[in-house]
């Protein structure tokens, strides 16, 4: 899955592909290419995972289009979902547990071999699908799929994985050393974990990693002014009201491009922590104008698009700036019909100094705190990622305070709880002057354990949503 830094952690990541034999695209794959319906959703899922470990592709892209191809639909769609995705989210455990019922080191076998095989030991330690079914069925796909020839090596190896439960399979390869043992048992990077301890503390490491391997439910937001969470709630037949968002509805099931508020642009798909601190940016207090509002980095456009509308009842408009130009157009049709002007350009330069009343700076980020929403996401993601993406996120920052007015509202919003891309890049930036912190009272009011100091943390296995990080500022000065 894309190069990785030579010194590995065993058994926690994903091995590096680049010294694995491609799977062939010649054989029995391109004859079902050819013939596509109706296809096994086994070998569905056999498919889009090997997409993604072989070819760097996402699973939430190339899953729906694999199985609108091959006529998979209700039951066979869920199960070839639960099978991408789980296997997915769970291949660093899988492939420790395969290097040890095998005997050899995973990166000595082809790649969609492997894949197979963590496919089929999914089934086995993390599904109620009997044993024999597990084994006889991966053992079919990898004669069709793979190789005849590596079909008796994948029966003794599953046979072997069959032996024991995930609980003995993880004490079994348990060292003593307790990051790396939850991080096996509950399928992250150590770096990851030691990176959500550092915030959590011990105590809370194991449910918060626990539950980015739960799939999330769909989140969408009524966009006020347009439709009431209540009839949208109506709409989807039985979504229940966000628990915490004012406007917020939990899909209960189907596709939420097939709800008519969501197809007509009334409402859309936004994660309910993500309108939270969104709309913690418009409640925040503020003395004097309250006009001209700024969305820094608002690509794709659930933010911008809520903002709009909160800003199209208070007779206030929105600039939305966007440096990628596919991404500013996702944002101009979240925000059509609403007070926003879409501009594709880099926000650290963009717009007049001292403008703008309320500025949102939502940065880019490691997106951490969304891993259970990507599920091969924590096996791509290296610690350097985050050192290379601070200095962006810094700069950013400062461009949201220069663009703010003397008393304007600055929200520096990540989607990761990491301290290197969160409290220490407000730090630095208030150490230069120009700006104090706001208590975001208005979302740790109404959302109980939400704070983290004079900061929001959001969590997944707290409040779930995901683990949105919202510091508010305020400018002093005429920086």
Request: aromatic share 4%; charged share 25%; proline share 6%.
């Amino acid at each position: 899955m894309g190069p990785r830094p030579p010194d590995r952690e065993p058994g926690i990541r994903m091995s590096d592909n680049s010294n694995r034999r491609r799977s062939s695209r010649s054989g029995p794959r391109a004859a079902d290419e050819r013939d596509r319906p109706k296809v096994n959703p086994r070998r569905v899922a056999f498919d889009a995972i090997n997409a993604v470990t072989a070819d760097n592709a996402y699973a939430n892209l190339v899953l729906p289009r694999m199985l609108a191809e091959t006529d998979n639909t209700g039951r066979d769609a869920a199960l070839a979902t639960e099978l991408t995705y789980g296997t997915l989210r769970s291949l660093g455990t899988l492939e420790a547990i395969l290097a040890a019922a095998s005997g050899r080191e995973i990166r000595q076998l082809q790649q969609d071999l492997v894949d197979a095989l963590c496919l089929g030991a999914y089934q086995l330690l993390y599904m109620r699908i009997p044993a024999h079914a597990a084994v006889a069925t991966t053992v079919s796909l990898v004669k069709a799929a793979v190789s005849p020839r590596v079909s008796g090596l994948a029966n003794a190896v599953l046979r072997k994985v069959a032996a024991k439960d995930l609980e003995e399979w993880t004490a079994e390869l348990a060292t003593g050393d307790r990051l790396h043992d939850l991080s096996l048992r509950y399928a992250h990077p150590q770096w990851i974990s030691a990176e959500f301890e550092a915030v959590l503390g011990a105590d809370e490491l194991p449910p918060a990693l626990a539950a980015d391997n739960v799939a999330p439910p769909v989140h969408l937001c009524a966009k006020p002014g347009r439709i009431t969470k209540g009839d949208l709630s109506r709409e989807t037949r039985g979504g229940e009201h966000g628990q915490w968002s004012p406007y917020a509805v939990y899909l209960p099931s189907g596709d939420p491009g097939r709800v008519r508020a969501v197809a007509t642009g009334l409402a859309h798909v936004q994660d309910e922590g993500s309108q939270l601190v969104a709309v913690q940016l418009a409640e925040a207090p503020l003395e004097g104008p309250d006009r001209s509002w700024v969305d820094l980095c608002a690509g794709p456009g659930g933010k911008t698009g809520l903002l709009g509308a909160i800003a199209a009842q208070r007779d206030a408009t929105l600039d939305a700036v966007e440096i990628q130009s596919h991404r500013a157009e996702l944002v101009a049709k979240a925000s059509r019909g609403l007070p926003v002007t879409v501009h594709t350009g880099d926000g650290r330069t963009y717009g007049k100094a001292r403008s703008a009343d309320r500025v949102l700076v939502d940065a880019p980020c490691s997106g951490l705190g969304a891993l259970r929403r990507r599920p091969e996401a924590r096996w791509r993601k290296q610690r350097s990622d985050i050192d290379d993406l601070v200095p962006l996120q810094r700069e950013l920052l400062a461009s949201g305070l220069r663009l703010a007015r003397p008393g304007g509202i600055v929200a520096y919003v990540t989607c990761s709880p990491v301290g290197a891309e969160t409290s220490e890049v407000v730090e630095s930036v208030l150490a230069a002057g120009g700006a104090e912190l706001v208590r975001p009272d208005w979302l740790t009011k109404r959302v109980p354990g939400s704070e983290r100091g004079d900061f929001v943390q959001l969590w997944p296995h707290r409040h779930g949503t995901d683990a949105m990080f919202l510091a508010l500022l305020r400018k002093t000065g005429n920086r």
